[in-house]
């Protein structure tokens, strides 16, 4: 017959393990939406949304090339990378990886509208900052790193569902003005 006491203590230390379990879960949970929203936070606010704006009015031509154009692009690039990790890092399992938990879901919806944005003028702003460097002088970006984070950022989004594939844009011929959006 087997001692009551032992069972006892595994029975007291299989439950130390689940509270030590939901308590983890509880705080890690909490951690991860108070990163979600700060990484939120980030991209729509500050010198992001400022860099955002210098963006918007270099793409519709309202904005010359300056330093402050290309420092523009590379903080919003930058952002997006933070992100992308913040996001990585709320992943902490192969079981999270197939069903993202609240905060993914959380970031990951309030992500979607910006990231969509971004890839829709993204190739233009490309565009248009390499004929400005080619032309000052007689350079071209060195972004790819950046770029490739940006573009697995989109994939992430794209693959959780809460962002459509983007339709093929086609980039206006040299001279010419894209409509704004």
Same mark, same amino acid.
């Given at each position: 017959?087997?001692?009551?006491?032992?069972?006892?203590?595994?029975?007291?230390?299989?439950?130390?393990?689940?509270?030590?379990?939901?308590?983890?879960?509880?705080?890690?949970?909490?951690?991860?939406?108070?990163?979600?929203?700060? @990484?939120?936070?980030?991209?729509?606010?500050?010198?992001?949304?400022? /860099?955002?704006?210098?963006?918007?009015?270099? #793409?519709?031509?309202?904005?010359?090339?300056?330093?402050?154009?290309?420092?523009?692009? !590379?903080?919003?690039?930058?952002?997006?990378?933070?992100?992308?990790?913040?996001?990585?890092?709320?992943?902490?399992?192969?079981?999270?990886?197939?069903? $993202?938990?609240?905060?993914? #879901? !959380?970031?990951?919806?309030?992500?979607?509208?910006?990231?969509?944005?971004?890839?829709?003028?993204?190739?233009?702003?490309?565009?248009?900052?390499?004929?400005? @460097?080619?032309?000052?002088?007689?350079?071209?970006?060195?972004?790819?790193?950046?770029?490739?984070? !940006?573009? /697995?950022?989109?994939?992430?989004? $794209?693959? /959780?569902?809460?962002? %459509?594939?983007?339709? %093929?844009?086609? @980039?206006? /011929?040299?001279?010419?003005?894209?409509?704004?959006?």
């Amino acid at each position: 017959m087997a001692d009551p006491w032992a069972i006892a203590s595994g029975v007291g230390a299989l439950a130390s393990v689940a509270g030590a379990w939901a308590v983890y879960r509880g705080q890690t949970r909490q951690v991860d939406f108070e990163l979600a929203r700060t @990484l939120h936070l980030d991209l729509t606010s500050g010198e992001v949304a400022l /860099a955002r704006y210098v963006l918007v009015s270099f #793409r519709r031509g309202q904005q010359a090339y300056g330093p402050e154009v290309l420092a523009a692009y !590379f903080t919003m690039l930058w952002c997006f990378e933070r992100v992308l990790q913040g996001r990585r890092s709320m992943i902490r399992s192969p079981f999270d990886r197939l069903r $993202r938990s609240s905060p993914v #879901r !959380f970031l990951d919806e309030a992500l979607a509208m910006h990231v969509a944005s971004w890839e829709r003028n993204l190739p233009e702003i490309r565009q248009r900052l390499n004929e400005a @460097l080619a032309e000052v002088h007689g350079d071209e970006l060195r972004d790819r790193g950046l770029t490739a984070k !940006f573009e /697995a950022l989109a994939r992430a989004l $794209r693959s /959780a569902g809460v962002m %459509p594939t983007p339709a %093929p844009v086609a @980039l206006p /011929a040299q001279g010419e003005s894209a409509s704004a959006s």
